[in-house]
């Protein structure tokens, strides 16, 4: 069965208590879905991840990029997802 | 209106005059006004390091009031000696609001002094004083000296350079306080002029024009920075937050930007600086305090501590070099601002040195004896000591990399990192086409903080998928301009860019603290875009035009060969002819038109470009 891996940075290490996570992908999914997936299993994370586009309170890579839009991005196994605050600096 | 005051050192003559309100509708302050300050005085063809080279030191319509994110930045504007170009270099510390307090928005620096001298301004007196007892001390001890026992005021604020500026090495640093003038050379420039240190102290009220109006104003600024989730993450991490993030899209520089994805990141990300950071502190009056005060406590670095490492730094003496020791990086660190020296540029010079010892191109007859090795954290230390005192192979590298590699030849500019001279940021052009084509158009050389593309690398205000070359010319001249406004007022960049603070608030608040209507956003950004041409105006002047604006084959030639951005390269021709287009120029020669100056209220800058031959239509 095909597999992602999610990895946490920062201080959503904290608020899931991992820095990297596999889950088995039975079928595609849109990446929204997954988040909601994550927002159940670690329920700390649910506030940032719940509407994380309009709140800006998130950014979500798949293998590197950032999706336009959540909804549409399908998930179908072997990506690697990268969740990460939001943050600014340079 | 404000006023400039204006110091020759050459035969201590001191003057000031008024600022014209037309310029302040045009420019408003900080580098608007400067540049505008800089093109008018300066002649093109000036060797930087010569007396005839100018330095316009300004403040900001918002300096030393009550708001949020802006009260304390300033800058200079100079032609720089590493890429021959127009300059503004920013910096945060009380000196700008000394300036302010003292009577003044702008000074004008030009001549050079017989022997050592440092400038005290007190409150409109100008004193030149004797600095030979402070020529060769590095940046802490000349700051120390010169206010506890020469001027006997703490409360002075100062810039000051070391022995790195006095031995003009061209990417030396001013340093203010805990702060610097970081990139361009400033330091060099000074120690050119044998100006060691410049003192200020001012206790004047300034004025705001309407401040019952700024109090709400800035009531809603709070607001809106408090609810903004990456307010609490600089808090936290300052502004290594991004380490993580940018490795994580495969932008990140590594071994002299052949790969783009660290694999050591974890040893180097923003947690580990959490754990030594001592002390949070921040620009006055700015509530994000993003400063972060780090402790060595023990190991061979015990005892070091710094206002960092930033991003930057964690990058140029770190995951660049494939070193993943950060207590080695925060002594680097203290070294660097001690002596006197950008930290980019030197990282970015001991990678070329690295990767030339690598290819044989530099043996150990040319390094006294070291051998130059990817992650050897004595050798990154022991290089900064010897650029900064221009020993041995440190005095080649001191040139910058853009001269070094031009010296060393056989073969080495191709792998020599930078853009018109200036050395590269933490940023791999090729997977963020308008973050990297802000770059390789940027009026000042390989910046990353001219144009920066929040919207590839954050998402922020908007997504914008980073490997796609459409709108890329538009976006780029967007973040360009937008910024530009920004450095008029001076806001500070990163809320700003990011609109965590959002940009009707933050015109409206310049409005009111000066009383001047700047046509809100629309009217910000036509400010931007006129500052944006007349900058490009003073390097075509230089002589510069679109064969200038590239980058190094290996960003051309070399596809990024694995990670997140695998198989990208920099589409250099096609982004800019966007650009151009999107800038209202010609295309061929890159160079600004007269309908375009002329729309901008430019028109002398367009009659001079003329006269000069360097205006195509």
Redesign the interface.
Known sequence: MPKIVVKFFQDFRELTGVSSMEMNVDQPMSLLTLLNILSEHYQKLKPVLEDFERKGSAIILVNGRTPIDASSALIKGGEEIAILPMMEGG | MGKILRINLTDKKVSESSLPEEYVKKFVGGRGLAAKILYDIMKPGIDPLSPENKMVWGVGPLTGLPVQAASSGWVVTTKSPLTNTYFRSRCVSNLGIMLKRAGYDFMIIEGKAEKPTYVYIENGEVEFGDASSLWGTTTDLAQYILKEHILRNPKVETAVIGPAGERLVRYATVQCSTRQLGRGGMGAIMGAKNLKAVAVYGDKPIPIANEELLKELVREQIKQLAA???TK??Q???????H???N???DYPYKNFRETYYPNHEKL???GKVRRTIRNAGCPTCMIM?WKFTYVKEGPYAGAWIDGP???TFWSFGGLLDNPNLDSVIYGNVLADKFGIDTISAGVCIAFAMEAFERGILTTKDTDGMELKWGDEKVIIELIRKISLREGIGDLLAEGVKIASEKLGRGSEEFAMHIKGLEL???DPRPVKAHGLGMVTSNIGGS??IG?G?QEV???PT?????SLEGKGALTVYNQNRLAWGECCIWCT??T??E?HKPDVLTKIVDAATGIDFGGIEGALKIGERIWNLEKAFNVREGFDRRHDTLPARFLKEPIPS???AGQIFELEPLLNQYYEARGWDVATGLPTRAKLEELDLKDVADELEKLGKLPY
């Open positions: 903004a989730h990456g993450r600089m936290r991490y300052g502004t290594a937050a991004i993580a993030l940018i994580q899209i495969g990300n923003g947690e993003c930033e991003y930057e940021p933490a940023y990353h903080a920066y929040t954050f998402g922020l997504r914008v998928d980073r490997f990163f809320p860019r990011s965590w990670g997140p951005s």
